[in-house]
């Protein structure tokens, strides 16, 4: 997730800035038992009627009861055979899903960069890598192969979640001077800087489809069941959404008005959170993998909200933009993070 725009519009407006992506830092950065129908062993009593069926019966049951497969595996006794999808991949299906998305998202990239250098304006990769997820969600929504209204309810959270974020950053982007922090990307980068910047954008692309991975997972489960967890996933992201949201329009009406130019702000959900809008863009990602953790191999995908975390908490997130803040707003900003949490939302605590 590269750097984001100043969330309050240029560098001198913003408190904070909005760097929802991964930041000009991140390129630092079976043996089954094999069963045998044996027939049973000759018995003393064979020749009497009535142990004959007694025993016979037994033997039977014996043989009902060791779970043998179709193929002759045994699966031992009491035991379920693996339903296919749960205990592996049931197929390659998976792979056009995962390169189209792949491809898509690298194209955009790979445009935005020859855009940008006719704009001279780095930021548009962050819009880029935003719908880059959206992309993501709609190729997992169109060409998975799990049950439809799964995929459906993937496809809409992660476009809607993509479009109100670029169109947010669009706003702040579109006429506005390239953010500074592009400028020291290229001065720490030295020479040959465009082949460099395209490597930046292509990675970005990349990085998308990594980190949408919970889209792909849950999009592959053939359950027609929607798990409760993942119905706590749908809400989540119901509330992250609405939340970052919120948080977006306060800092926007804040900057807007020209009596609070220059000054840190602390209205609404910014009086609770230094960086509300981060805190509910990560509550994002954990929706995401709530959607994909009662599928199978859901587990393999909580690694996109806490690399999501290392990023918004240490490298171009809160790190970052609390850097420049404090050089532009000095001892008012020094006290606000004295008095107001960094990420979480919590009652402030004044007079610290």
């Known amino acids: ?105 690298v194209a955009l990239l790979f445009t935005l960069w020859v855009l940008h250098r006719r704009w001279r304006n780095a930021g548009v990769v962050d819009i880029g890598w935003t719908l880059a997820i959206g992309l993501q969600a709609i190729a997992a929504a169109s060409l998975g192969t799990g049950d439809p209204t799964r995929r459906g309810i993937i496809g809409v959270i992660g476009g809607v979640w993509s479009l109100r974020l670029a169109t947010h950053l669009i706003v702040r982007v579109a006429g506005k001077p390239e953010d500074p922090r592009y400028a020291e990307l290229r001065a720490r980068w030295g020479g040959n800087v465009e082949a460099k910047m395209l490597a930046f954008f292509l990675f970005q692309g990349g990085l998308a489809t990594a980190l949408a991975s919970p889209f792909f997972v849950a999009a592959m489960d053939p359950s027609p069941t929607l798990h409760p967890i993942f119905l706590g996933g749908v809400a989540l992201a119901v509330i992250a959404v609405v939340g970052e949201s919120v948080a977006d329009a306060q800092l926007r009406r804040f900057v807007a008005d020209p009596a609070t130019r220059g000054q840190v702000c602390r209205v609404g959900l910014w009086g609770w959170s230094r960086h509300p809008n981060y805190f509910f863009d990560w509550l994002s990602w954990c929706a995401f993998v709530l959607l994909a953790l009662p599928s199978p191999f859901g587990w393999a995908t909580i690694g996109s909200p806490l690399l999501m975390l290392y990023f918004l908490l240490k490298v171009t997130g809160i790190a970052a933009t609390e850097a420049h803040a404090v050089r532009s707003r000095g001892e008012a900003y020094r006290r606000y993070q004295r008095e107001v949490s960094a990420f979480v939302p919590w009652p402030p605590h004044r007079g610290s």
């Open 1 to 105: 997730m590269p750097y984001g725009p100043d969330e309050g519009g240029d560098a001198d407006d913003g408190v904070a800035e909005d760097d929802r992506g991964l930041g000009a830092e991140a390129d630092d950065v079976m043996e089954d038992g094999l069963g045998e129908d044996r027939p049973a062993p000759a018995d003393e009593s064979e020749d009497d009627p009535d142990t004959e069926g007694e025993e016979g019966g037994e033997k039977g049951h014996e043989v009902v009861g060791s779970n043998m497969s179709d193929d002759g595996r045994s699966w031992g006794a009491g035991a379920a055979e693996p339903r296919e999808g749960v205990v592996g991949l049931p197929s390659m299906a998976w792979i056009p899903m995962v390169a189209v998305g792949l491809g898509v998202a």
